[in-house]
């Protein structure tokens, strides 16, 4: 997909960057790093991403040379290592350099995986639901969500939500590996002050439909609160593993994003 291939060119040039400032700079990065290894390797790993880099601008929608940068990383920490359990390293220099790495090694192999299309035969719905009792009244409820615009108040993973014409929104959401995706939805049905309903349009970087009750709860004490998310990942079930390990399991996520929206509406700061 075009959000894929945008994030292969930017690996495509970061490689470039890096490996160009490797082969110009290496005294510098070397104390910047906290590793005093011998610049001869540094220059070796520069021409290596150079080498990565541009196999990537050149077949931006392959992941071939996406692989090469993800065994690269492995290497580098490799590295980082040795160079930590040695005495001749700044300690917490390294250590910093090593998160770095991580991070964007795993965004190295989460674009690897999506442009390998492993899954794509496999891929499945995924169903997650919660209900949750709110002492608030399901008008006011209802009034909150059905701005759209408020959820991310309460649901971390969504970056926004632009509230357009006809019942159509666009949603940005955040991703494994600090990457984002997107997608505009439209609303299926609303029954004001009982439900509303959703459902991805055409084109979207993650299908999915979601629908939210809002019940009286018994004794009068305040509103049942049931949502219900089906999505189908990106990489089929390759790619829901991959999200889980980089902490954005859904079932979690909702559960999480529900306390918080009803910490959120019991809170007297909170008028609706």
Same mark, same amino acid.
């Given at each position: 997909?075009?959000?894929?291939?945008?994030?292969?060119?930017?690996?495509?040039?970061?490689?470039?960057?890096?490996?160009?400032?490797?082969?110009?700079?290496?005294?510098?990065?070397?104390?910047?790093?906290?590793?005093? +290894? =011998?610049?001869?390797?540094?220059?070796?790993?520069?021409?290596?991403?150079? $080498? !990565?880099? %541009? &196999?990537? /601008?050149?077949?931006?929608?392959?992941?071939?040379?996406?692989?090469?940068?993800?065994?690269?990383?492995?290497?580098?920490?490799?590295?980082?290592?040795?160079?930590? +359990? =040695?005495?001749?390293?700044?300690?917490?220099?390294?250590?910093?350099?090593? $998160? !770095?790495? %991580? &991070?964007? /090694?795993?965004?190295?192999?989460?674009?690897?995986?999506?442009?390998?299309?492993?899954?794509?035969?496999?891929?499945?719905?995924?169903?997650?639901?919660?209900?949750?009792?709110?002492?608030?009244?399901?008008?006011?409820?209802?009034?909150?969500?059905?701005?759209?615009?408020?959820?991310?108040?309460?649901?971390?993973?969504?970056?926004?939500?632009?509230?357009?014409?006809?019942?159509?929104?666009?949603?940005?959401?955040?991703?494994?590996?600090?990457?984002?995706?997107?997608?505009?939805?439209?609303?299926?049905?609303?029954?004001?002050?009982?439900?509303?309903?959703?459902?991805?349009?055409?084109?979207?970087?993650?299908?999915?439909?979601?629908?939210?009750?809002?019940?009286?709860?018994?004794?009068?004490?305040?509103?049942?609160?049931?949502?219900?998310?089906?999505?189908?990942?990106?990489?089929?079930?390759?790619?829901?593993?991959?999200?889980?390990?980089?902490?954005?399991?859904?079932?979690?996520?909702?559960?999480?994003?529900?306390?918080?929206?009803?910490?959120?509406?019991?809170?007297?700061?909170?008028?609706?």
């Amino acid at each position: 997909k075009k959000t894929d291939k945008r994030i292969a060119q930017g690996l495509g040039w970061f490689s470039i960057a890096v490996g160009l400032a490797t082969l110009l700079i290496p005294n510098a990065l070397c104390r910047m790093i906290g590793d005093r +290894r =011998s610049t001869t390797t540094l220059r070796l790993l520069g021409v290596r991403d150079l $080498a !990565a880099g %541009a &196999g990537i /601008l050149s077949r931006p929608d392959e992941a071939g040379w996406l692989w090469a940068r993800v065994a690269g990383g492995v290497m580098d920490l490799g590295l980082l290592g040795a160079a930590h +359990r =040695s005495r001749r390293a700044d300690e917490d220099r390294v250590e910093g350099t090593a $998160a !770095a790495v %991580a &991070g964007v /090694l795993a965004l190295d192999l989460y674009t690897a995986v999506r442009l390998s299309g492993f899954g794509g035969g496999e891929a499945r719905t995924i169903q997650v639901s919660r209900d949750i009792t709110i002492e608030r009244s399901p008008e006011e409820l209802y009034r909150f969500w059905r701005d759209f615009e408020n959820l991310p108040s309460f649901m971390t993973h969504l970056r926004s939500v632009e509230v357009h014409a006809n019942g159509r929104s666009r949603w940005v959401a955040k991703a494994p590996a600090g990457t984002t995706v997107e997608w505009e939805a439209e609303i299926i049905r609303d029954k004001p002050n009982e439900m509303i309903a959703w459902c991805s349009l055409s084109g979207a970087d993650v299908d999915n439909c979601g629908s939210v009750h809002f019940e009286p709860a018994a004794m009068g004490r305040g509103c049942l609160l049931r949502v219900k998310i089906d999505y189908t990942p990106p990489g089929g079930k390759l790619g829901a593993t991959i999200a889980k390990l980089f902490g954005e399991e859904p079932q979690q996520q909702l559960d999480d994003d529900l306390e918080r929206f009803k910490q959120l509406m019991e809170s007297s700061a909170i008028r609706v």
